[in-house]
């Protein structure tokens, strides 16, 4: 018989658990708030209600466990390391915890990592098999479908892509996250602002500087206002950067651009095209490549974790997964 | 039978043929001299001939025949594209040509990618899973196993990490190879002697500006001149930079440097880690990573070249070598 799968989305906001079939389709679906807060003990409590949730009477029909989870973590060991969003959590062992209360197999993964799994195995990078996911929200997360399989690397480090250097024009050294994430895009327009510029985007907050984000930005630049323009194109160039380094590490098929940022659309992403165009080796490496949004939306960290315990965490050919069950 | 490997390392200057066995010890090798100005007839012809003469006379016990060559090439295809150092090569089909001639299954690699094979086959490398190599010369190359396979990329153009972009302090951007290769070195010290700064490389190339080489540099920095150990330091600090992305991008276990400058030893590799050191992430990339110096020498592209072949053209894990024959 068909085997089903259970996924969980741990986020610092909300704690999503799912069931799925061998298709990676959602069969049901629970939420509640994380409440991280509260600590540990109360999450990984939480965690556990809401798997029992959408546990089907016979465990034995469920193949096993897969988690999402913010890093740093190492998906090798299973630990959770010190992610900051989740307070008082350090070097806890979650899979372990989970894989003893259910006895079943259980994956970790990173977020990101996650991501570009669900995106390879049946969101924009469907039928790909080198796939390079970048996620622009309050951080720059990433991941990498290498011939076929999720990339980890020798610790489970591999694809850390919003943490490249970039040397700035100031001599300084940065990365690609500080300069254009969410915060680093609102951050360079109220800097500006400070400074004595003029922009329209005080207006949408009603002057009051401290709300300006990159959703401000976004709506600023998209009225006209040409500061708000000159900072998502400044984030555009510096993500192009990053991504010129993936392309020449991995020579993917395609990019996935997800996160609440890449929303911003050609504002964003035309000057990161012009920077891929103006700074890779050559054209043989964007020739037929693909740039695509995300497909999946809110769900991408659900269908990604059911893929991780699909793939053994990510230890099988996303081709095979078909053939699995 | 254990069955046999053709290895050939076409070069701008030689052309080496090999026999090699199932460990990929060199049984037999032959070489001359590529004369490459004679185009790539002439060139082509040679290959031939000097796979003839380690070809053994039952040519079924040969597994197939394995070729290094100088990039751009695209592996997938196995066409040469047009090698700077091959005059008058353009989208030449080089391994149909060799198969047609021999019969025999043919795979073609760029130099890089072939000797990353050959040091994690039978290097510094070995026993290695996640191996990012590095050769510094008069450009940079480089090539990475992932998790025991060679990385091709979609369409065989992945690990080109010598062309990652990094923006100087004018705000100008150049990448890793015009920066840090041995012309880059030569060129610096030279452009700083031209601007009035006094070194005694000079001294070693009596007086003649033109010969000074990266070796020259190297010479003159451990005699402790300082402009000289300036542009290694210089040169190491940029690899630094680019090992930082490799480390992010793969998270290998070990990188492998060869190539002749970093037989320079300490006044480039000091700096250069201490980059690393200083523009990494987080020390969990670097706490247990290796840094080595290539194993193999002269013979790593005829090794390589015969690894390529045993592995089906990067196809086959390097840990089934062993069981394949």
Redesign the interface.
Known sequence: MAKEIIAVDLGGTQIRAARLDQALTLLQRENTLTRAEQGPEFVINRIKTYIRKVMPKRQADILGIGISAPG?LNPLSGVMIAPPNLPGWLDIPLRDMIAAEFGLPVYLGNDANVAALAEACKGAAQGC??VVYFTVSTGIGSG?I??G?L???????????G?????????Q?S?VEPEAAGPAIAGRLKAAIQAGAKSSALDLVRGDLNRIDAKTVGLAAAAGDELAIECLAYAGRILG?GI???L??????IIVLGGGVTKTGDLLLRPMKEAIH??I??D??TA?LRIELAALGDDVALVGAAALAATDGGNVDISELDRRF
Chains 1, 2 share one sequence.
């Open positions: 740093p098999r080198h990498v290498s011939d399989k990339l980890l690397g020798h610790a489970g480090l591999a694809a850390e892509l943490h490249i250097p970039i040397v700035m024009e100031s001599g050294v990365t950067l010129v380094c993936a020449l590490a991995f020579n993917p098929e103006r700074h080796l050559n043989s490496f037929d």
